[in-house]
Nanobody, 124 residues
């Protein structure tokens, strides 16, 4: 079992930055790849960023590429999402998730474990 807890969300002005954290208990992030997703009101959950198996590669949605960075600290069993140059359209609830099988890194249906989410609101 994996338990995930996100934190770090909040209200920020456009152009600002936030760093989200995803802390894990149970099996560590060194075993399974982790992804970040977000869901805005009235919209489907969408892929933001992810690690590959083995953590050798990172992947980003086109909408956040160059602005967001996914990273991890194995010693703290925590994965981060650094978000810079935030835009109002980045406003959403952000979730971290772990997948224990194969499949496409950007497909939320491939992820087995989810955190409760943290709200990010970007004002214009």
């Amino acid at each position: 079992q994996v338990q995930l807890v996100e934190s770090g969300g909040g209200l920020v002005q456009a152009g600002g930055s936030l760093r989200l954290s995803c802390a894990a208990s149970g099996r560590t992030f060194s075993t399974y790849p982790v992804g970040w997703f977000r869901q805005a009101p009235g919209r489907e959950r969408e892929f933001v960023a992810a690690f590959s198996w083995g953590f050798s590669n990172t992947y980003y949605a086109d909408s956040v590429k160059g602005r967001f960075t996914i990273s991890r600290d194995n010693a703290k069993n925590t994965v981060y999402l650094q978000m810079n140059s935030l835009k109002p359209e980045d406003t959403a609830v952000y979730f971290c998730a772990v997948r224990t099988g194969g499949g496409t890194f950007s497909d939320s249906r491939q992820y087995n474990y989810w955190g409760q989410g943290t709200q990010v609101t970007v004002s214009s």
